[in-house]
């Protein structure tokens, strides 16, 4: 219907002014078909809808993310000009950029499900407390996920200043300088895809944030894999993400379809390729 077109698009425009940050998260959108006083819609067949049932969503996918490209030559972050920092490593830490393990598996790349059966339901767990922290003059961890309208702490844990600067493409750019033991909090009310998190004292230090609207994403962890568990039954389009290896490389990037069943559990793997 065209006036109901010109609701929706005038709905998305009042959001898209109300901006993201400090504010109180935005009410969640409605789910399609359904409307604040009015009876919703049936659950579409296909493609998602309807509300998230925990104790029938019980199918999870292990991924290992992979790299068949010449292995990056380590590089060790450059820490000078602050004495708290150079002091804070006893051996050169190598930069997570440019991690590949013997096995070709990486560490730090991101995760997520793309298209499914979880798109546009509502009733998501709420996410646990998530808190990005800088240790070491580093953030931990390197790269990470939260969901539209997460709090999530930036905290530092050095004896040092750092100056946290996010730069979403979405939402408004922050840029928030911490003393020792600060604590700023944050939410973002769009979606997001690798926002990139720096420090504008520590010019080494960087993150990477993804901001989604399910619970189903993560990082691959040390040994490059990546458990996303308490998916609904249906078909998937899972993404991987990860910031390259290559100077001049934006980012690589890898999809893997998957169909899961109630209660399956399926590993799967995923190269990653330079993205288009
Ligand atoms: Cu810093």
Redesign the pocket.
Known sequence: MTGNKAGVLFTVALLAAAGCGDKAPAAPAPAAGGAAGKAPAAAPAAGGGGKYDAAKSTASVKFTVKWAGAKPAPVALAFSG?TF?TSAHTTPVMGERFVVNDDTTVPNAFVWAAKGAHERMTGFPAPAEFTLD?HG?MYVPHVFGVRVGQEFSIKNS?G?????HAKPSLCEQFNTAQAKDAVNKHTFEKKEKAIPFN????SW?SAYGFVLDHPFYGATAADGSVTISGLPAGDYTFKVWHESFTAGVKELAGEVKVTLKDGESVSKEVTLTEAK
């Open positions: 602050d920092c800088q003059c050095d040092t200043t750092h100056n946290v420090c504008d004292i520590h230090m």
